[in-house]
C-alpha cells in the first residue's frame, strides 16, 4: 500500500506571495492533518479535514488554510507568505475512527520564503 | 493545556550502547502516546506506541511504557546501532482534540 505523498518536495517562494502544498493519503483513510516543522517552534498541528470539512484547528493565523476533496486529497494554502512561514510542512493521514488515532507521515513540503 | 517534555539532545552513543530516551507528558484524560521517528530529509515514522496505563510498545528492539503514575514514556533500546542515528519525537493524542502534540525531539548519534 502506497504511503503519504506529498508535492511539491521543495519550493522557493518571495514574501508577499501565497503558496498551495498537496497531500494524498494512504488509501482508505480519510483523516488529514497538515503539521508545520520549524527549528524554533518545533511540530505544532495546523488542523485536520475529515470528510472535507475541517474538523480542527491549531493556533495560526487565518492566512493559513485548507481544504479537502471527495477522494480525500488535501490541499493546503498560505497566503501573503512572510520569511517565519519558512519550514517544513507535514501531512499526515489515518482512519480517524481508531481511538488509537495513529497518524502515519509523508516526506513534507521544505518551503523556503526568501 | 497538553504537553510533552523529552530530554535535550545530542545523545551520543558507542553502538551497542544501552539507550534511554526520556519522555513526560501532562494532560486531561487519558491519551495514547506514541514515539516518531525522524531520518534526515525525510518525514516522521511512527515507531512504537501505547493506548492506555501499563501498555509496552515496541518495535525494531525499541521499547516504551506507558507509566499513569510517573506521566512518563521513556523510550529504551538494549543495542544501538549506527542505523539507529536520528530525531526520535514523543508524542500524545487527545481523543477529543484529535491532534498530535509532540515534544522537541531528541537527537541520538550513535559512532562505530
Known amino acids: 500500500k502506497a504511503g503519504v505523498t506529498q508535492t511539491p518536495r521543495y519550493l522557493i517562494k518571495t514574501r508577499g506571495q501565497q503558496v498551495t502544498l498537496s497531500c494524498s493519503p494512504i488509501?482508505?483513510?480519510?483523516?488529514v492533518s497538515w503539521y508545520q516543522q520549524t527549528p524554533g517552534q518545533g511540530l505544532q498541528f495546523l488542523f485536520e479535514?475529515?470528510?472535507?470539512?475541517?474538523?480542527n484547528k491549531g493556533n495560526f493565523p487565518g492566512r493559513f488554510s485548507g481544504r479537502q476533496f471527495s477522494n480525500s486529497r488535501s490541499e493546503m494554502n498560505v497566503s501573503t507568505l512572510e520569511l517565519g512561514d519558512s519550514a517544513l510542512y507535514l501531512c499526515?493521514?489515518?482512519?480517524?475512527?481508531?481511538?488509537?488515532?495513529?497518524?502515519?507521515f509523508g516526506p513534507g513540503t521544505r518551503l523556503t520564503v526568501t | 493545556g497538553d504537553s510533552v517534555t523529552q530530554m535535550e539532545g545530542p545523545v551520543t552513543l558507542s553502538e551497542e550502547a544501552f539507550l534511554t530516551i526520556n519522555c513526560t507528558y501532562t494532560?486531561?484524560?487519558?491519551?495514547?502516546l506514541f514515539w516518531y521517528v525522524q531520518y534526515p530529509g525525510e518525514g516522521l515514522q511512527l515507531l512504537l506506541k501505547?493506548?492506555?496505563?501499563?501498555d509496552k510498545g515496541s518495535n525494531k528492539g525499541f521499547e516504551a511504557t506507558y507509566r499513569k503514575e510517573t506521566t512518563s514514556f521513556h523510550l529504551e533500546k538494549g543495542s544501538v546501532q549506527v542505523s539507529d542515528s536520528a530525531v526520535y519525537f514523543c508524542?500524545?493524542?487527545?481523543?477529543?482534540?484529535?491532534?498530535?502534540?509532540f515534544g522537541s525531539g531528541t537527537r541520538l548519534q550513535v559512532q562505530p
Open positions: 499526515a493521514s489515518s482512519l480517524r475512527g481508531t481511538p488509537n488515532y495513529e497518524q502515519y
Open positions: 488509501s482508505g483513510h480519510r483523516s
Open positions: 479535514y475529515f470528510s472535507e470539512t475541517q474538523r
Open positions: 494532560a486531561t484524560g487519558y491519551p495514547s
Open positions: 501505547a493506548t492506555k496505563a501499563d
Open positions: 508524542a500524545l493524542s487527545d481523543r477529543g482534540r484529535r491532534a498530535l502534540t
